[in-house]
């Protein structure tokens, strides 16, 4: 795992501590720049930070449009893990790559906790 | 929007840019402003302008890594309200190249554009010929050149 700029870093430590979480950033949902990271060997993280800032500028868009207000929390499947994802008040997204079997009800909460501390 | 390219090896590399990174406007020249493709400009006075700005934003900040004593810098990323304009060099068969791309910041962003920059990066290389460097352009055949590359560009 990486290490991240200190403040940040124990927002991190909530997520990564999880069992099945793979790795956690907190990226700049504006610019889909990592401020952040702890993830394990072989994620690309710069990647996943700009995809998945500019997938929720579109989902935001879209919840706008659909008129159920901002996106509190996202969570996408796939086969060989899942991306969770949760906005702070500031911008910052914060992001966790995970296992397929992990607690996403834990995850969830972990990223919550964490947006809170990043502010 | 149109991408036209007047060597034609940029052409497929840079339409799979655009796409991906949702980019606005795309040049693509030679460290001296010498424009090779370029995507959704209207105006050929536009694409001399930006070419010959962008040519010499990258001679100025080669020449601050210098005084620095750094090797030159990899990228600037210059962010506006609206717009940001992100410009870095891309090493080819065909020598180092420039590239200036604006994006909306509605539409794209800087970790985008840096994502993708570099795969547009890696396939101009591999797209490039190979036993060809820059071509010189005489001061006699200057505006010819120019005319041409132009007319090439906006599909006259």
Known sequence: MTTAPAGYGRALDLVTRVRGVRGAMLVSGEDGLIVAEQLMEGIKGAAVAALAASLANRLGRAMEAAGVGASLFWHLQAQAGALLVVGAPSGILVVAITEPDVNVGLVRLELLRAAAVAG | ?156
Do not use: C
Not at chain 2, 10 to 37: D, H, I, N, Y
Not at chain 2, 128 to 144: H, I, M, N, T, Y
């Open chain 2, 1 to 156: 929007m149109s991408t036209r390219a007047v060597e034609a090896w940029t052409l497929e590399p840079l339409v799979k840019f655009v796409k991906e990174a949702g980019a606005r406007l795309v040049l693509l020249m030679t460290s001296a402003g010498q424009v090779l493709a370029q995507h959704g400009f209207s105006r050929a006075v536009d694409v001399m302008a930006a070419s010959a700005l962008g040519a010499a934003i990258m001679a100025s900040t080669e020449q601050i890594a210098r005084e620095l004593a750094q090797p030159p810098f990899a990228a600037l990323n210059h962010q506006g309200q609206r717009q940001g304009i992100f410009l870095a060099a891309v090493p080819t068969g065909r020598g180092r190249l420039v590239a200036l791309v604006v994006y909306d910041l509605d539409a794209s962003s800087v970790g985008l554009v840096q994502l993708f920059f570099e795969q547009l990066a890696a396939d101009l290389q591999a797209a490039s010929p190979k036993d060809s460097g820059p071509k010189q352009v005489l001061a006699a055949d200057f505006e010819r050149e120019l005319g041409d590359s132009l007319n090439t560009l906006f599909g006259r």
